[in-house]
């Protein structure tokens, strides 16, 4: 079991990541970790973050990839 709080969701911020689809940081995080979502295509999917004007891409990217290194095994 990986205990390590990665930077990534250590914070409190809670800020939004995609203001066209109203969807905040933590939100995303939960739901990404929950359904196990590894691709910006799968949390478009899920989500339709990044389905409108397209602007939240890098930001969207950046939580997936921390979020993707810090479920990678030998990375606790
Ligand atoms: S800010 Fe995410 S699609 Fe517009």
């Known amino acids: 079991m990986n205990t390590t ?3 990534a969701t250590q914070t409190t911020d809670d800020s939004s990541v995609c203001p ?3 969807i905040r940081k933590q939100a995303f995080i939960e739901t ?3 359904q196990k979502l590894k691709t910006i295509e799968e949390v478009r999917a899920a989500t ?3 389905t409108s004007c397209g602007c939240c891409y ?3 990217q ?3 990839n921390e979020l ?3 479920s990678e095994p030998g990375k606790d």
């Open 5 to 7: 709080v990665h930077p």
């Open 20 to 22: 066209c689809r109203y």
């Open 32 to 34: 990404v970790r929950r």
């Open 48 to 50: 339709f973050i990044n």
């Open 58 to 60: 890098e930001t969207v």
């Open 62 to 64: 950046a939580i997936l």
């Open 68 to 70: 993707n290194s810090a």
